[in-house]
């Protein structure tokens, strides 16, 4: 078996919803120190709480990229509500699987979702529901 899943050699080649949204409800960035990878995440969201465009920017490596866009897509057109249950596991899931060494690329997505969705709650004013899980 190849080391890498033909959704992942995909993804990479072809990322969906990279770049940058100016008037984003919600911006999120994290990285990852030891690999020192970075991703931006920027979320539309209207006002029914639906994310209406999502977009990314990842320095970053293969996994971390493909990992970034399969979350864009998974969470896109999504309430809030649920992509704040998304998990780096269903990240890698829908991606046909990661090399074990390269599921903290997937965590990485995860994480910038959340720190997006924690920026809009904190200028929305509202309680993020974080006991969903
Ligand atoms: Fe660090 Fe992929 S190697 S995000």
Redesign the pocket.
């Known amino acids: 078996m190849a080391l890498y899943s033909e959704k992942v050699m995909e993804h990479f080649r072809n990322p969906r919803n990279v770049g940058v949204i100016e008037d984003a409800d919600g911006v999120g960035e994290v990285g990852?120190a030891?690999?020192?990878?970075i991703?931006k995440m920027y979320l539309k969201i209207n006002d029914d709480e639906i994310i209406e465009d999502v977009k990314f920017e990842?320095f970053?490596?293969?996994?971390?990229i493909a990992?970034s866009s399969m979350a864009t897509e998974l969470i896109k057109g999504k309430p809030v509500s649920e992509a704040m249950k998304l998990t780096n596991a269903a990240v890698a899931e829908a991606l046909d699987g990661l090399p074990d060494?390269?599921m903290?690329?997937s965590?990485?997505a995860e994480e910038a979702i959340k720190s997006a969705l924690d920026d809009y709650y904190s200028k929305n004013g509202e309680s993020a529901n974080k006991s969903g899980e």
């Open positions: 990852n030891k690999c020192g990878d991703m990842t970053g490596c293969g996994s971390a990992s060494y390269k903290h690329c965590v990485l």
